[in-house]
């Protein structure tokens, strides 16, 4: 890997503004297989130590004023604007996204840092008008504290500003616990908050095993919040080993997301939708359309066109001028890919795609016609580039399939018809609903799930509001 700031690369964890290294683990590239460098496995004594050193820091941080914490913030974001393709590259190379895709998510993680650098300046708190005379009460905004960030390897820059910029903007401090999958675009970041200035032990980056690390956290009674992205197992996992401390909680979790088209459909722009909704990191994002329900009236054009535009997917490494699609994250990830599609033939599925002859480590972009909710894909994330096509008769039907499943982030619908989007739109039972659109993230808009896909949201005014406790002031005898 070729940077212009080698130093942005790092094998450490950064605790207390110290970078320790020691080469336990490997983390390798996934277009290849080989090691890209080699990181420490920290333990939990390190991430006690990491924990002393936020809680140390918050002293300090939680009363610079609202101004200094933006400034700072706006400091990181142009750091990162400044060495987006170091990032970029560094992202590539350890989580495998075509370099064009991981360009766009250095961009999108920075925007929450300048968002949240903006907000920082507009956590007011409220006057309460008091019931009793002589008395005011002040509706006060505090930072909750410590906080666990725990983070996926499917966005390792954004995922990470998401949780991160908002927290710092309130006044809380952080332990980070990347993927160690990908932890080299976090410390990357660690680099950039220390040149811009934000002091030793408010971000403090742990690499490792999730194991040692996670338990420690989330037993600590100093963490006062946890945020964590991943999966609906290991999120209620974790939600289970902070309930004796009572953390606050942020879990942004699996989905199920379906994606309909309608014969009223602008039959374009809703195949355009499903190639950006599905095939965005290979398939691997959580909001990523898994079920795509087409209306019968349209059902044969949308799946002929889908099929023409997936024929012509380019797949190949990250690094490659022109790769749509790179290698998938780890051999499980190919091993879950494999089983949904085996199972959708067994149960009557058609391969409308060519069958393509790939590497180790690539999945086979692939359109299945004739899905149905027997289907193992029908009931779990594929998080890969499979589209299955489920056809549909009626507006019931569909909504019946979309809302049949207990995840509830995104969901996607395409229709020209004015009072359908209004019915449909409120009938999904998801956090968040694309209408003639297969995007739903952006750092202006709140970001989460309902049921099994998680509590809180990210982005957004709601955000900021995650790292926040008010406190009520009665002032008497006045
Ligand atoms: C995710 O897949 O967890 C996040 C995707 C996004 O922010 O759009």
């Excluded at 400091?75 to 989580?95: G, K, N, V």
């Excluded at 495998?96 to 956590?123: M, T």
């Amino acid at each position: 890997m070729k940077l212009d700031d080698p130093d942005l690369f790092r094998q450490a964890a950064l605790i207390g503004g110290q970078w320790i290294s020691r080469p336990d683990m490997e983390v390798t590239d996934p277009a290849t297989g080989e090691a890209l460098g080699h990181i420490p496995d920290c333990s939990a004594a390190e991430t006690t130590e990491a924990i002393a050193a936020a809680e140390e820091a918050l002293k300090d941080w939680r009363t610079r004023t609202h101004a200094e914490r933006a400034d700072l913030l706006m400091r990181w974001y142009q750091l990162m604007l400044d060495h987006a393709e170091d990032l970029a590259r560094i992202l590539t190379a350890e989580q495998g996204k075509p370099l064009q895709e991981a360009r766009g998510e250095i961009l999108y993680g920075a925007s929450f840092v300048r968002w949240f650098a903006e907000e920082a300046r507009r956590i007011n708190g409220a006057i309460i008008p008091s019931p009793v005379p002589g008395k005011k009460i002040f509706a006060m905004k505090e930072p909750v504290g410590v906080c666990a960030i725990i983070t996926p390897w499917n966005f390792p820059n954004a995922m990470i500003t998401r949780k991160v910029a908002p927290g710092l903007a309130a006044g809380c401090t952080m332990v980070i616990k990347p993927s160690d999958f990908t932890p080299c675009s976090a410390l990357a970041l660690g680099v950039l908050a220390e040149r811009a200035g934000i002091p030793k032990g408010v971000i403090n980056i742990l690499t490792g095993r999730p194991e040692a690390i996670g338990s420690t956290l989330t037993g600590s009674a100093v963490v006062r919040k946890l945020s964590f992205t991943g999966s609906t197992r290991v999120g209620a996992m974790l939600a289970e080993q902070c309930a004796p401390t009572l953390k606050k909680l942020s879990l942004e979790l699996g989905g199920n997301a379906p994606f309909i088209v309608f014969d009223d459909a602008d039959l374009e722009a809703a195949v355009e939708g499903a190639m950006a909704s599905k095939f965005r990191n290979g398939g691997q994002t959580c909001v990523c359309a898994n079920r795509l329900l087409v209306q019968s009236g349209i059902h044969d054009a949308f799946v002929a066109a889908l099929t023409a535009r997936v024929d012509a997917l380019r797949v190949g490494p990250g690094t490659e001028d022109g790769v749509e699609i790179g290698p998938m994250i780890n051999n499980a990830a190919i091993d879950k890919i494999t089983a949904h599609v085996a199972d959708a033939f067994a149960k009557g599925a058609t391969r409308m795609t060519r069958s393509r002859d790939l590497p180790a480590g690539y999945a086979d972009p692939v359109v299945l016609a004739g899905a149905d909710t027997g289907m193992l894909l029908a009931d779990e994330e594929t998080f890969g580039p499979v589209a299955p096509i489920f056809r549909f008769e009626t507006e019931e039907e569909a909504l019946r399939i979309a809302n049949g499943t207990p995840y509830g982030l995104a969901a996607y619908f395409y229709t020209t018809d004015m009072a359908r989007a209004f019915r449909v739109g409120e009938a999904l039972e998801f956090g968040l609903v694309g209408l003639n659109t297969g995007a739903v993230s952006h750092e202006v808009s709140p970001f989460g799930g309902v049921k099994a896909s998680g509590l809180g949201r990210e982005g957004a005014r709601e955000g900021i509001e995650e790292y926040l406790e008010t406190k009520a002031l009665h002032f008497g005898g006045i």
